[in-house]
Every structure is written in C-alpha cells, then in structure tokens.
C-alpha cells in the first residue's frame, strides 16, 4: 500500500510526505498492514515497528532519503531480502527509525569477462547475480539456501559465507570494490575492478560485515571464476567427527583446491529432514556423515575416479564406513537437497536455540564432544542438531528441546546455553558468529566475549562514520 500522508508513531512532522517527494508515494509505505513483512525477521523471533518502508529505486535516491533523515535525526534501518537470521534488518520496537528497503537497486551494471568482474547493485538477488555470470561462462561462488531471495546488499553487510568459502572464501574475499551511501547521504564511490590496489586503508573492508551500521551499501563489484566444467560429488559415512577432519585432509592432499565444499552432517538432521521432509530422499541415516564437492575447469575425465580412490584408500584407513557418489547431476542435486533444507527442516520442528559458531578446524572434534556433555548435563535429553561447513571450521549447533518438554520453559533458559557454547567456543579460540552476524541477536553477547580494545576501535569507527547514531541502531553494538 502506498504512503497514506498519516503521521504514524508520532514521527517527525511531514516526513511520509518529504519522503514520498524523493522517491514517489507508491514507494513509501506508512499501512500496517503494508508494512508488516518487512517488520518481522525470517524466523520470526523479532518484530519491530516503524515510521515508514521507503523504497528508493537507486542510489541517488538512497542517498537523498540518507540525507533527509540525517538533517532530521532519524535513524535508518537497511534491509534487502529479509532473510537474515540474527535479526540484523529489523527495526527495533520503538517506532522511531524508517525502514529503507534496498529491493528495488536490482541492476546489473556492468559485465567485465576479460576482467573476471561483475558490478551489481545491492538488490540483486544472489540468484540473479549467479545467472549473470553464467551467461559469461563465469561462476560467481557464493552459494546459500537462500539464493532466491537473499540479495547482495545483505550478503555483503553480513559478510556471507555458505558452502563453498573453503575454495572461494567469504564475500570479504569476493568483493573488489563498493558504493556506499555514508551517514550523511554523501556517496562514496569506490566501485574498481582492482586486484592491487595499495593506495591506503581498504575502506570496503569497513563496510563488509557491519550490518548496515555505517553506511547503506548500494552496489559491488564482484569476483567471477572460470565455471567448472566438471563434478563430482559424494555421501560418506564417517564414525565420528575426528575422522570427519582426517578426511577433509586426505581429500585436500588427495585432490587440492579441486574440493570446492566439504560439509559435516549429524544423524539428527537427517531424522529432522525425513521426517518434514519425507521426498528428501535421505541416505540410510549414520550418526555422522560428509558431503563432498569436487570441481575442475576442465572436462576432466580423471575427477570422478579421483573421488573413487580417495574414498577407498580413507575406508581402507577407517575414516569413511561408506560412501555414495553421484551417477548424475540430479543425484548431486538431491544430496544437496539435504544440506540446503537445513533450516526449513528445523523451522518446522519449532522453535531451537541456533548457534553459528566456528572454531580451527583442528579443535572441532573437542567443541562437539565437550559441547554434548556439557549441554546433555545442564539439560537431559536435549536434542542437538550438528552440521556445517567443517572445511572451514563453521558449524550449525542447535538445540532443541527434550520430546514433551513446554517450549516456554525451553525458552526461559537460552541465555544458560548460549553460555556453555560461547564459553567453549571462545576457549577453544573460535568466534560465537561465524557468518550470520550479531543483529539484535549476539549484540549483547559480544560484549562478554570480544576483547575490551576491539570493541573500544569498533565503536571509535562506528562515532567516526555515524556520530549521531542512527544507522541501523541497536545492532552489532
């Protein structure tokens, strides 16, 4: 619905209509009703109000809203796709921040083959930007569940990561260049298609995983690969996640950077998956299992029994019991399946306690089995979902409730825990946020955990850029 001309949340006189000026009144939303998606996280764990949904169409007009809200104090919250899962992109409950919705920056600008480079502008979806490339015979890496509907805005602001970071890295990795409206509404434009550029501090660096704290993020320039033209893939059982570790060594000896993604699943997922999910087509359930992408440029004929011979000589050494490999592009499709379901599975069991934690790789064995007994003493018969990226030490560690036990009272006692898994987390030198960011979620946490200097130059950063505070308040700190 479009902007109504009410004042809604006693908000500053007049701004629906100074804002409807600057991007036209369909784009400004003051209904409720209207409103509502863009007010409630993904899984539904936070709801927030506001004065408004502005959706500007480009960076100018970004930049004017910025700058309005600026000269009149109040704050701003960016969203793009609304999938985020710490509550990053929702507005607090007070009523007193817009909500800018970066959606309709959907343009690819710019297609550079010869530079291995794309400029895209912050509400691409990360879909839309993968076909882009494609239709240069290029790959853009990244890769999440959300692909559909996640959009690069958010990627970038939480410096996104997904299954294949162990070959590709994190979006810090596959970013070039950025535009980026500042706290003021002036625009830094700081889109190059540079490998080396050593002319002072990489300002983009900023911006990459704050959340929308320091600035509106409007476009990037991103980093393309050739396209594999050849895969293969694989379901291992393993005995346990020690093994787990000692096969992703062999195959990165074995195989090289040609492991493209590596990721560890527990039993418990898979009951989860068959049982919300009964044409997932999941293997014979074992307590622990890997699965496996390898990728080559070339039409290589020797990668499928590369896969084969690494997989016997690690059955031969006890680190796999058994093993799957693909025949087709649809049985990898449909192993995939299992991994990227992940959170709707657990969505639809109800409500867990998530943690998306990472730690060396090295220590991942010791973080489970420490992490299980410290949490099946505090609460008998919890229910611990495990998986994750282990190629590159992040995992998913979620608790449900025992069977039976009122979800309330499962609730009351999450801060309890958050603290057994933080604490082990951070003795073992890992960090409590791996790739979902702080939000509203970790805000508090972080304080307990993150060294006392760190935060002192994240806020210094944050008063420099931002000094009246009102880039998406209350998030990250």
Same mark, same amino acid.
């Given at each position: ?87 990053? /992109? %929702?507005?607090?409950? !007070? ?9 309709? #920056?959907? &343009?690819? $600008? =710019? ?120 895969? /293969? %893939?694989?379901?291992? !059982? ?9 096969? #992703?060594? &062999?195959? $990165? =000896? ?224």
């Amino acid at each position: 619905m479009a902007m109504t001309g009410t004042e809604p949340g006693g908000g500053v006189s007049g701004l629906p209509t100074r804002l409807a000026a600057l991007v036209g009144s369909d784009h400004v939303l003051t209904d409720p009703a209207a409103m509502s998606p863009y007010l409630t996280d993904y899984r539904g764990n936070y709801v927030g109000r506001a004065l408004a949904v502005v959706k500007p169409a480009n960076t100018q007009e970004v930049a004017a809203v910025v700058k309005l809200c600026s000269e009149t104090g109040v704050p701003i919250v960016p969203q793009g796709g609304n999938t985020g899962l710490s509550g990053g /992109a %929702t507005p607090l409950p !007070d009523g007193l921040s817009i909500l800018v919705s970066l959606s309709r #920056l959907d &343009r690819i $600008r =710019a297609l550079d083959a010869a530079n291995d480079t794309l400029c895209v502008e912050a509400g691409c979806t990360l879909a839309a930007v993968q076909e882009a490339a494609a239709t240069a015979g290029r790959l853009f890496p990244l890769s999440l569940a959300s692909g559909g509907s996640c959009e690069i805005g958010g990627n970038l602001s939480t410096n996104a990561g997904g299954v294949h970071v162990l070959r590709y890295g994190n979006m810090r990795e596959l970013t070039l260049g950025l535009e980026v409206v500042l706290p003021d509404g002036r625009v830094w434009n700081g889109l190059r298609g540079l490998r080396k550029d050593n002319t002072g501090y990489d300002l983009k660096q900023l911006f990459i995983g704050a959340e929308g704290t320091l600035g509106i993020i409007t476009a990037a320039v991103l980093k393309l690969f050739p396209a594999p033209n050849a895969r /293969a %893939t694989a379901w291992a !059982d393993v005995p346990d996640p020690t093994a787990a570790v000692a096969l #992703l060594a &062999r195959f $990165r =000896a074995a195989c090289g950077d040609r492991v493209s993604a590596f990721e560890l699943v527990g039993r418990q997922l898979l009951e989860l998956a068959s049982r919300h999910m009964p044409h997932s087509h999941a293997p014979a359930p074992s307590n622990w299992s890997v699965l496996v992408d390898l990728t080559e440029f070339s039409a290589d004929a020797s990668l499928l029994p590369l896969l084969e011979q690494t997989l016997e000589a690690a059955i031969g050494a006890g680190e796999a019991s058994d093993a799957v490999i693909a025949a087709s592009q649809s049985q990898a499709d449909a192993l995939w399946a299992l991994r990227e379901n992940a959170n709707e599975a657990q969505k639809r069991e109800g409500f867990s306690i998530k943690h998306d934690i990472s730690v060396p790789v090295s220590s991942i064995p010791e973080f489970i089995a420490r992490a299980d007994d410290a949490l099946r003493a505090w609460q008998p018969g919890v229910r611990i979902i495990v998986f994750g990226h282990i190629g590159d030490g992040n995992l998913h560690y979620n608790l449900f409730p025992p069977p039976g036990e009122d979800e309330a009272t499962f609730i009351a006692r999450v801060d309890e825990a958050n603290r057994i898994v933080y604490e082990l987390v951070v003795a073992l030198g890992g960090s409590i946020s791996a790739e979902h960011g702080l939000g509203q979620l970790k805000r508090e946490a972080i304080v307990r955990y993150k060294d006392a200097l760190e935060l002192e130059l994240m806020r210094t950063i944050k008063h420099a850029l931002d000094p009246h505070g009102l880039m998406n308040p209350g998030k990250v700190l």
